[in-house]
Each structure stands twice: as structure tokens, then as C-alpha cells.
């Protein structure tokens, strides 16, 4: 088979992407325009802006990834789109954009579900260092602002199939680390602020109890699987912060913070840390670590649980530092080999859409002209 160049699109959230892969092993462009200074002074991601964002920026952006990959839109063998889970009007200028350039240049177009994709950022990288050896039965944590997900991978011929055995019943991590960065005035997004600042705090200052999951709700009379699920759980976790908040009356010194940075454009991690004392940086710290305690201990139990021999780790906050580092100790203890994405495929890029589209490819399993931008799709 000659070799397929694909490009990949991806708009679900905030980052509006393009890039061009070559047979699912090699990212030829990858650019990513991150609309983070648009959300930066709401504190989250304004929906109607993400929208309108990504309409100013696709263009150019595909532009770009085939420049700098020497092709054109006449020269590239199919095409890529992530399809759902996301913000409804997100997909929406991915896919109708990536609708009509297949029509309009007749090219195939692969549909792509975005958690497929941030495992492909695993796989893709693996296979551009020459050094894919995964055993199965393989296990993947999605973690994402979206996603706190685990997946049992297989692979069928090319194809990939997943089953889900766990994920949060409430918010995703990243989620977490973004309303306590913002509940503590430390701007948007959450999570690499906090990696920036958490290693200035000492993490045993505050305890946080682990989260309690009921594994069974009151009333559930479907059948007892014959494995158990690893669910997560971290509303908790964020309600214990604003608690320790208002207890140890932080609110006005929380207020002087937010004033600030409110008169800085892009404030740096040195500046922000500035404006943080000593109980912040140790709150941090100590939310940190139990976030990494927690995902990496259930994550750990439950590839025990599955026998499992390949751990993968991968969306936005698998970017972080401590849990990189944590997973990979207590990993190595167990004799269990796990895998990141390098930082810059962590987080959102349509590199890792074009890369999970290239099995489907393969397949001929191509996207009807009706496709539909899909906010919920799950993984299967
Ligand atoms: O995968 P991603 O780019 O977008 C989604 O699909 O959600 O993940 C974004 C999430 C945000 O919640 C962000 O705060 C978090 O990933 N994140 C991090 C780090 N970098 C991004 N969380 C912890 N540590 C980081 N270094
Ligand atoms: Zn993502």
C-alpha cells in the first residue's frame, strides 16, 4: 500500500486544528490556533465564542498544516474530522467544512470520535519512534476537561474496537483543575497553571478524602456485571476546595489576585505565582496531588483487575508533570510498561484525528455525505 497523507481537522472545544499525517506514523504539519485568550476573561470556554472562533480560524488553519506540509488540497488521499463528543456548534464548523471540501474535491472523508483519537496521539507517536511493541490486552485512561474514561482497546484487522469499564459520574478532571483555578482566580485554563504552581506548596498541607463511589445506586436492578467498573468522582474534590476556602477566609486575598491579573494580558506562571502566598501554593498542592493519587490508584486497581498489559494515558491532563511521573513509578513497580503522548499531543490537535482516521482508511470505512456533527458519541 502506497503511503496515504491524511489530513486531519478537529474543532470540538477550543482549539480549532489542522494537520497532515502520513499513514497514521508520521505527523508531516500539526498547527493548532488556541482560542485561550477569547475564554481567558469569562474563566471557561463561552460556547457562541468557541463557535465563532473556529469560524475565522479553519480556513486559515487548514491553509497552514498543508503549506507547511508541502500539499495541497488537490494532493492529500482523504480526509479527517472529529465528529463528537464535543460543543455542538464546535463540531459543527469542522464537520460541514470538512463535508465540503471532500465534495468539493472528491476526496474521501474519514469520520473520527475524538477519545479515538487522543489514543491514536499514543499509538502515532510510538510508531514515528520506530518502537510500537504493544501487548494486549491493552488498557487506556482518557483524561480530559471532558473525559475521565477508561477503555479496554483491541485491535480487529486494522480496526480498533473499545470497551468501556470506567469513567466519572460527575466531573472530568480537567474540569476539576479548571473551576479550582478559577474559584482561586488563577485564569483559563486550569490545569497548566496549577503543574506550573503546585511544585512551590507542600502537598501533605491539606487533606482531601478520597472520593466515595457507590458502585451500585439505590434502585439499579440491571445485572451485577460480572466485573466491576472503575468509576470516578470529582465534584467532591472541588467542593472540598471551595470549603477550605471560605473556612480558612481566603476570599479577600482571592479578590486581590483577580484584580491583579485582571490588568495583565497574558500573565506568566512566575507573575501569577507572585500574587500566590504560601496557604494557596499548599492548597494547590495538596489538590494536585490528590487528583494524581486518585486517578493513578484506581486507574492502576483496575488494570490489575483486567489483567492488563499495556497502560496508555492520554488527553489534556495527561500533560501534567505529577502524574506522569507518578504513574510512571508505581507503574514500573508493577512491571506494568505505560505510555503517554509527548506534551504537544496531549492536549487537543488534529494530528491524533488524522492518525485514528488512517485504519479506517484502510478499511474503506468512509463518512456518509449526511454525516452529522454528534456532541455525546461515545466510544464503542
Ligand atoms: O484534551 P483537551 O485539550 O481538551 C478536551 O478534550 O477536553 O484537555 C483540556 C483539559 C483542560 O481541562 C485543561 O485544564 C487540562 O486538560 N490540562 C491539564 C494540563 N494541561 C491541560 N491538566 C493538568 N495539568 C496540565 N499540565
Ligand atoms: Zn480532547
Known amino acids: 500500500m502506497a503511503d496515504a497523507y491524511i489530513l486531519g481537522i478537529e474543532s470540538s472545544c477550543d482549539e480549532t486544528a489542522a494537520a497532515v499525517v502520513r499513514s497514521g506514523e508520521q505527523v508531516i504539519s500539526n498547527v493548532v490556533f488556541s482560542q485561550i485568550a477569547t475564554h481567558q476573561p469569562y474563566g471557561g470556554i463561552v460556547p457562541e465564542l468557541a463557535s465563532r472562533e473556529h469560524l475565522r480560524a479553519i480556513v486559515p488553519v487548514v491553509r497552514q498544516a498543508l503549506a507547511e506540509a508541502g500539499q495541497t488540497y ?129 502537598a501533605e498541607a491539606v487533606r482531601f478524602p478520597p472520593a466515595q463511589i457507590k458502585h451500585r445506586q439505590r434502585g439499579d436492578t440491571s445485572p451485577v456485571p460480572a466485573r466491576p467498573h472503575f468509576d470516578f468522582s470529582y465534584s467532591g474534590i472541588k467542593t472540598a476546595v471551595l470549603r477550605y476556602v471560605e473556612t480558612h477566609a481566603m476570599e479577600a486575598s482571592i479578590e486581590r489576585r483577580r484584580v491583579a491579573l485582571s490588568s495583565l494580558a497574558s500573565p506568566s506562571a512566575d507573575a501569577i505565582r507572585a500574587l500566590c502566598d504560601r496557604q494557596t501554593l499548599d492548597l ?97
Open 74 to 202: 488537490a494532493s492529500i488521499d482523504a480526509l479527517a474530522v472529529t465528529q463528537g463528543p464535543g460543543l455542538a456548534g464546535s463540531l459543527l464548523v469542522g464537520v460541514s467544512f470538512a463535508k465540503a471540501l471532500a465534495f468539493a474535491q472528491d476526496k474521501p472523508l474519514v469520520a473520527v470520535n475524538h477519545l479515538e483519537g487522543h489514543i491514536h496521539a499514543v499509538l502515532l507517536e510510538e510508531r514515528q519512534k520506530g518502537s510500537l511493541a504493544v501487548q494486549f490486552p491493552l488498557m487506556t485512561l482518557v483524561v480530559s476537561g471532558g473525559h475521565t474514561h477508561l477503555y479496554l482497546a483491541e485491535q480487529h484487522g486494522a480496526a480498533w474496537k473499545y470497551q468501556n469499564i470506567g469513567h466519572t459520574r460527575d466531573d472530568a478532571a480537567g474540569e476539576a483543575f479548571d473551576k479550582v483555578a478559577k474559584l482561586l482566580a488563577l485564569g483559563y485554563p486550569g490545569g497548566p497553571v496549577i503543574d506550573r504552581l503546585a511544585p512551590h506548596g507542600n
Open 284 to 380: 494547590l498542592a495538596s489538590f494536585q496531588r490528590a487528583m494524581v493519587e486518585d486517578l493513578v490508584s484506581k486507574t492502576l486497581a483496575a488494570a490489575q483487575e483486567y489483567g492488563i498489559a499495556t497502560l496508555f494515558v492520554s488527553g489534556g491532563v495527561a500533560a501534567n508533570h505529577e502524574l506522569r511521573v507518578t504513574f510512571e513509578q508505581r507503574a514500573a513497580q508493577e512491571g506494568l510498561p505505560v505510555y503517554f503522548p509527548s506534551r504537544p499531543l496531549s492536549t487537543d490537535n488534529a494530528a491524533m484525528i488524522a492518525a485514528a482516521a488512517y485504519p479506517k482508511f484502510l478499511a474503506g470505512d468512509f463518512a456518509a455525505p449526511e454525516l452529522s456533527a454528534e456532541a455525546s458519541l461515545t466510544l464503542a
